[in-house]
């Protein structure tokens, strides 16, 4: 007995242990690729929390290069802070910044995929909780965004045990479950604003679905939790800057919601919007996953305008897509220019994809009069999850290896290893400016690191090095000939002039 129950915790194990070795790719990848900006920018603020400690920064997401005075720390506040304080901890772990800075989002990542395997094999089948799993870790987006520190991996790993604990109190009406998910609550919404849709969701499910007054009643109460928690964050905002709104956090919300004269600099109809979700959804997920969920909900709807009845479990699917296309609709704008804005989509895609592929086959087995279903089932759920996981191959070896941030990661490593930090740098490129300081100012360490697109000859004397790019558009062959007196060094992209 106990021989098959062990037996039976093998396909999810080995699960895990895929999802493992997926997320484990390039663990210690320097953060110079695809979206890594969110990498160094909440990875200064772990490294802050290490330098500082969490009393001085009063948990406050410090955003400043080794400032010491907290008079003077600059916070970031719009988003809630447990994601950067999570990774100050990994950092104490590792050796590897990279590694400790990805260890936090693959840990939740993992769990993610590990509750979601149970939901499903709970609440539907074994083998659609496989092959669904399956389809859920062989995705662009989890093998590339399930591992960047950035806030939706650790949302969507609470809220699929939100859903689990919620479905699991529905169907068997013990409380035990909605008290495991109120402190489940408060840590995911000191995580994402994402959280902050489940218990109206909730609500909404239970009004419409369970109809039962006291699970009613109860969910209503993890609305008014909610509504703590956010009171709290603001509260938190005061303490730090003063100010209820301080950090620009209404001018941020707002500007996600698309609305004011910030939003205006990234015009766009709601036809561009929709066709560029549509259009990342089948990189991100493949089209094989799209077009399996596309069949499995119309044939589905279908059902239910024919039935006018909607099953519990019919209905988790529609809370796991609700939940999965609200944040990108309400933060259009974040939407619009975040691709991993679409991670909150992998559950709902990975389960009705795979119920999608068992109903084609049921579908074309009943027309043939085939027999041996489980076989033929078995086969082409192997080869579907192989066609999945070829589709975008070469795409998702160009995420991983990207590295588009290389140049602010080499400089960052030489200014830390051979500049005194208590000289004055400018750095002359445009693209730097623009683009990568913060790259360098996260492997350099250092804060008295200026940048400029054009070189005021008057200014050089405040500074005891000019960098160039090679080969930038920036370099003024007349700026170099009177910098000629100056000693030049080059290493590897750039020139270092020191100014005596």
């Not at 695809?34 to 772990?46: E, I, K, L, Q």
């Not at 800075?101 to 909780?129: D, E, M, T």
């Amino acid at each position: 007995m106990k021989f098959t129950k062990n037996l039976s915790r093998l396909p999810l194990l080995l699960i895990l242990i895929i999802s493992g070795l997926i997320l484990s790719i390039n663990l210690n990848k320097p953060f110079i690729g695809h979206h890594d900006f969110n990498s160094v920018f909440y990875g200064n603020m772990a490294k802050n929390y290490l330098r500082f400690g969490f009393l001085k920064t009063k948990l406050g997401q410090v955003t400043s290069i080794l400032q010491e005075n907290p008079l003077k720390f600059g916070y970031h506040t719009h988003h809630p802070p447990l994601l950067p304080i999570l990774m100050g901890i990994s950092f104490l772990s590792f050796s590897s910044f990279e590694a400790a800075g990805r260890a936090v989002p693959i840990a939740f990542s993992l769990i993610g995929v590990l509750i979601f395997h149970q939901l499903v094999a709970k609440f539907f089948s074994k083998q659609i909780a496989f092959f669904s799993s399956l389809f859920f870790i062989l995705t662009p987006m989890f093998i590339y965004f399930g591992k960047l520190p950035v806030h939706e991996p650790l949302v969507l790993g609470f809220s699929i045990l939100l859903i689990y604990f919620y479905f699991l109190w529905v169907k068997n009406r013990n409380n035990k479950y909605f008290f495991y998910m109120i402190p489940i609550f408060i840590f995911a919404e000191l995580t994402g604003w994402p959280s902050y849709y489940l218990p109206v969701i909730f609500f909404i499910h239970s009004l419409f679905f369970v109809k039962e007054s006291k699970i009613i009643k109860k969910t209503f109460i993890l609305i008014v939790l909610s509504v703590f928690v956010f009171s709290f964050l603001l509260l938190h905002n005061v303490i730090l800057t003063r100010n209820l709104f301080g950090g620009g956090l209404l001018k941020a919300f707002l500007f996600r919601f698309n609305i004011g004269q910030r939003a205006s600099t990234y015009p766009f109809t709601l036809l561009e919007f929709f066709r560029k979700e549509a259009l990342w959804g089948s990189i991100f997920f493949t089209k094989t996953l799209i077009l399996l969920s596309l069949f499995y909900l119309i044939n589905t709807f279908l059902k239910i305008l024919k039935s006018k009845k909607t099953s519990i479990t019919q209905s988790i699917i529609f809370v796991l897509f609700f939940f999965g296309i609200i944040h990108p609709l309400i933060f259009r704008n974040a939407a619009f220019l975040h691709d991993y804005m679409l991670f909150y989509l992998l559950p709902p895609l990975a389960l009705s994809g795979a119920l999608g592929l068992q109903l084609i086959i049921t579908q074309v087995t009943k027309v043939l009069g085939l027999k041996k279903i489980k076989t033929l089932s078995l086969i082409t759920f192997i080869l579907v999850t192989t066609l999945i996981a070829t589709e975008k191959l070469k795409f998702v070896d160009a995420l991983l290896n990207s590295n588009m941030h290389l140049d602010g990661y080499i400089l960052g490593k030489i200014i830390k290893k051979d500049i005194n930090p208590q000289e004055n740098i400018l750095v002359v490129s445009k693209k730097f400016k623009d683009y990568e300081d913060i790259f360098v100012n996260f492997y350099s360490e250092n804060q008295k690191i200026s940048y400029t697109e054009n070189l005021n000859p008057d200014n050089v004397k405040n500074f005891n090095w000019l960098i160039f790019l090679k080969n930038s558009p920036e370099i003024n062959q007349a700026d170099l000939k009177n910098l000629s007196k100056y000693s030049t060094v080059e290493k590897q992209n750039f020139f270092f002039i020191k100014i005596e």
